[in-house]
């Protein structure tokens, strides 16, 4: 009902403004061409200083409503987000510099120039001193900041600290798997074509890896802050991208070719809830990569948290192996036999018995 | 019918015919059928009719479709059960449904990229003002041009069927990224769908081929006695150059859709490598999901610069002719249109910061992407002086010139954001990388556009379009091109990651409903005032006030030595010979001098 009713104004305010619009022909005939023109020509040149004035006044109204909504109202979580906001700060002030400058220009031109019969246009085909400062004093600050900006891209994008910890992350249609190296700080090797998600072997990791036995799976991240993370990023699928929009970090996940990032988290959660004044702050991965139906649905959670938190939480967790192997007995003691026969039987023992020992 | 347009392209090559000729081919042009007149038409005028009208059909589709995923992401609490009548499944319950969501903004993005700010933009202005501004009769092959069009119909028919799927069109984002394209079990978009737009794709790179070489081969060799290059107006070099940009890049997506094609059908395995896609493992080894990335982006950055090109040179024209004034800088704007096309052939991989791509090989593409600032403000600085102490008329092609600059400023300058990498990493992807797109090569795009129609409608159609609507058209645009596009940089500083269905689950941006809803509002407006420009147009064919002089604008160029309603072959007598560059305007005290009144005795030089 609602629908017919705005259809019914549209098409009404159509017709008013046909109507006006033919009606406004006719009056300039009946002026005279010149004279309308001229008026026509008074009014948009005032209205474009109106546009310049309102819209000085709705950015700066804009940014009071938006500004403390983005990240850089709050510090950035991680050290490389500090560098990409100090990068992001000096860009903002060159650019919003010339932006301020150049629309201010051309609007203030539009207005002082508008058409009288007094005037006569200034014949100023070019100037080549004119042309080689605006040629020189843009590439002088572009220097300046493709500079700065590949100063700090090679330090993100550098090496990981050699003491960095090491979270395996896999994106999937449409969720998120952590696996941590365990004790031994090496990940078990991967075989895509081991995947099994409902015998518990959702990574696709070949148990016949005796250091994948260690190895714990886990549906959220959990860091420790002031520690380098080093994260190893797959996708089964097609492609995701682990987001981290607090700690400013973003890198695809491409099927069939692993790909890296690394940062060392400054806040834990809990002091994020006190930067931000946020009680129900989380930090969450978000997808950033169009990966089908549900992307926008898939979330990932970051928890940082102090050594002591993290060590209880790691505690609590048992390696997948494990847990894929009492399943399996528990199902049918023969099929495991047999299994177990082909995937994981010179080691099958040994580990368990050196994650009790260490 | 063919042989008497070959027969014009010899003339355009001679340059110079009898007037017993041109006698003979009016009297044969009144007895033309209206299947050779209006359909299979061979006259550049009437093909570039045909694109423009085909663009502005897709224009009002793909703008709607954008009006209908605005409302679910406006509105997401809401349900809109006329969306279920239309719909059906798709929108059960009057709600979008996730599938459908991403099948609108694909084809969104595939409609306003190519078939409308390509196919509409420069198959329009190319066709239309290369002959009539460099002084030929008509393109170099009449026929190819002929065949442009309908190839670009074709690609047009496919790409509407494919709306129609069972399983829908193409869903997988207008950059359809292997492997969610590749693979049917991943979305049903990357079903049927993919395979129709992947052959609409093929016939639509087809198109832009034939139409480039002949628009290359036109500009070079067909230019009437006098047109020396550096004497050509700014439009028909921006038209140049977004030719050679198309004709080479894009045999490269050509190559890329097709082996994509070969993975979906042929079990090959060019993008894909160990894939466990539901459950279901996948033989594939040894492919490269990114390598279809570097394919796709070695066009797909030239296309943008094929989309905003020929905005740049029809913006110079305008605002010259309007200001009354030279363009300021004829041979810097020239040459920065040439270094904007070299350079975007050696941008591409800055859409590819953080696909893992090398850091070291990085670091050369944000180097030369940056470097494109400087031809860009040579422009921006360059127009700016063109407008100082002119004498400016507000015309309507000449309002849309100015609001692109200032579009062309704002869109321009947060491409020095996402253009270093070291900000890519965090602003990729998100809102931020949708606004400054939307403003610069969107709507700045069709701004350009605008100006087009409105500064050549007269010559076209003999007739003007109507005023007062142009200029609500234009402030409500310009106003809520700003509305809409503006606010989405908070967004995107927040993190905000696009393409997504709904918000509201995720505590890091779910506080932007509110500016989402005004947004989606706005967007709805701007759409319903461009419906108001469409009958304007349409309207005014029939019955806009007519012209009267040959010349309304007091313009150098060609076009403008034409009769008002000029035939096929444009001059009814000898083309007229140049003298002079299109850009005399208020030289020597004289209002404006045309490019076919040759040097005075006492003129001065500028
Ligand atoms: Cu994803
Ligand atoms: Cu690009």
């Known amino acids: 009902m609602s629908g017919y009713f705005i259809l019914a104004i549209l098409a009404l305010a159509f017709l008013v403004t046909f109507q006006i619009a033919k009606a406004s022909e006719y009056v300039s005939v009946l002026k005279g061409e010149e004279k309308t023109f001229q008026q026509n020509n008074r009014i948009n040149a005032f209205l474009f200083i109106v546009f310049l004035v309102l819209g000085l006044i709705g950015a700066w109204w804009c940014n009071d409503l938006f500004f403390k909504k983005t990240l850089l109202a709050h510090p950035a979580a991680s050290d490389h987000g500090e560098k990409i906001d100090k990068m992001l700060w000096l860009t903002l002030g060159v650019t919003g510099l010339v932006f301020f400058l150049t629309q201010i220009l051309l609007f203030w031109f539009a207005f002082k120039y508008q058409y009288t019969e007094k005037r006569k246009a200034y014949y100023f085909a070019h100037s080549n001193k004119l042309e080689l400062i605006w040629t020189v004093v843009p590439a002088i600050f572009l220097t300046l900041l493709v500079g700065l900006g590949l100063f700090y891209w090679f330090k993100i994008t550098g090496d990981a600290p050699k003491d960095a910890q090491l979270v395996e992350i896999t994106g999937k249609q449409f969720n998120w798997m952590m696996r941590y190296p365990g004790k031994d700080g090496v990940f078990g090797r991967k075989n895509y074509r081991l995947t099994d998600a409902s015998n518990g072997n959702a990574l696709g990791v070949d148990w016949e890896d005796g250091s994948s036995h260690d190895d714990l799976e886990s549906t959220e991240m959990h860091l420790v802050v002031n520690k380098p993370v080093q994260l190893v990023i797959n996708a089964q699928d097609v492609i995701h991208d682990v987001g981290l929009p607090h700690f400013r970090m973003k890198m695809d996940a491409v099927p069939g070719i692993p790909t890296t990032l690394w940062f060392t988290p400054k806040y834990t959660t809990a002091k994020m809830k006190e930067i931000t004044g946020d009680k129900d702050f989380v930090y969450e991965i978000a997808c950033d990569q169009m990966c089908g139906s549900g992307h926008y649905s898939m979330k990932g959670l970051i928890i940082v948290e102090t050594q002591e938190e993290y060590d209880k939480w790691i505690a609590t967790q048992k390696p997948q192996y494990l847990t894929v192997k009492a399943a399996q007995t528990e199902a049918s003691p023969k099929v495991v036999a047999d299994t177990l026969k082909t995937t994981a039987v010179p080691a099958s023992a040994k580990p368990i018995a050196q994650n009790t020992q260490h | ?606």
């Open chain 2, 1 to 606: 019918m063919s042989s008497e347009s070959i027969h014009h392209g010899q003339q355009g090559v001679a340059a110079a015919s009898s007037h017993d000729l041109h006698e003979e081919h009016h009297h044969h042009h009144g007895e033309e059928s209206f299947i050779s007149k209006y359909v299979f038409s061979q006259d550049h005028k009437m093909i570039a009719k045909q694109f423009l009208i085909t663009g502005m059909i897709w224009a009002i589709i793909g703008g709607l479709f954008s009006v209908i995923f605005r409302l679910q992401l406006g509105y997401p609490e809401m349900t809109f059960p006329f969306l279920e009548d239309i719909f059906g499944k798709w929108a059960v319950g009057g709600r979008i449904s996730n599938e459908f969501y991403y099948a609108l903004v694909t084809m969104h993005g595939t409609i306003l990229v190519f078939f409308v700010l390509t196919a509409g933009l420069s198959g329009t202005f190319a066709n239309f003002l290369i002959p009539l501004q460099i002084g030929a009769r008509d393109m170099a092959s009449p026929f190819l041009n002929m065949l442009s069009y309908w190839f670009f119909f074709l690609a047009s028919v496919i790409m509407f069927s494919s709306l129609f799927i069972q399983t829908g069109p193409a869903a997988g984002g207008w950059t359809i990224y292997p492997p969610l394209s590749a693979l049917g079990q991943a979305s049903e978009g990357s079903k049927l769908g993919m395979d129709f737009w992947l052959v609409s794709m093929a016939m639509f790179i087809v198109s832009s081929l034939l139409g480039g070489l002949n628009y290359i081969s036109t500009i070079l060799n067909m230019r009437t006695k006098g047109m020396t290059m550096t004497r050509m107006p700014l439009t028909i070099w921006a038209i140049f150059f977004t030719a050679v940009l198309g004709v080479l890049s894009f045999p490269v997506l050509l190559s890329g859709a097709i082996l994509l094609l070969f993975d979906r059908n042929l079990g090959t395995s060019f993008y894909l490598s160990e894939i466990v896609v539901k459950g279901e493992i996948l033989p594939n080894e040894g492919g490269s999901a990114i390598l279809f990335q570097h394919l796709f982006w070695f066009l797909g950055h030239p296309e943008v610069y094929i989309i905003l090109m020929p905005a740049l040179g029809m913006v110079s024209e305008v605002m010259s002719v309007n200001s009354r004034k030279p363009i300021f800088g004829y041979l810097a704007m020239v040459g920065s249109l040439f270094a904007i096309a070299i350079l975007a052939f050696l941008v591409w991989a800055h859409h590819m910061f953080v696909t893992g791509l090398n850091p070291f090989l990085g670091a050369f593409f944000v180097l030369l992407t940056l470097l494109i600032a400087v031809p860009s403000a040579i422009k921006v600085f360059n127009w700016l002086t063109t407008l100082w102490r002119g004498n400016l008329r507000f015309t309507p092609a000449m309002l849309f010139a100015i609001g692109f600059v200032s579009l062309f400023i704002s869109g321009g300058l947060t491409g020095i954001f996402l253009g270093n990498s070291t900000l890519d990493i965090h602003l990729h992807d998100t809102y931020f990388v949708v606004a400054h797109f939307h403003i610069v090569m969107g709507v700045a795009s069709f701004f350009g556009m605008f100006a087009g129609v409105y500064h050549w409608f007269p010559k076209m159609y003999g007739r003007y379009m109507n005023n007062t609507m142009a200029y609500i058209h234009f402030w409500v645009t310009l106003v809520g091109a700003y509305l809409i596009f503006w606010p989405m940089h908070y967004a995107g500083l927040a993190g905000m990651p696009r393409r997504y269905t709904d918000y509201s689950n995720w505590h890091s941006f779910n506080m932007f409903a509110d500016m989402n809803r005004f947004i989606s509002t706005v967007a709805m407006i701007v759409f319903a005032v461009q419906l108001l420009f469409v009958f304007n147009f349409f309207y005014s064919i029939w019955k806009g006030r007519k012209v009267t002089t040959k010349n309304p604008w007091g313009s150098n160029t060609l076009e403008w030595t034409t009769p008002i309603r000029p035939g096929h072959g444009n001059w009814p007598g000898e083309i007229p010979e140049v003298h002079r560059w299109p850009y005399d305007y208020g030289k020597d005290g004289r209002d404006y001098i045309s490019q076919i009144e040759p040097i005075g005795e006492g003129e001065s030089h500028h």
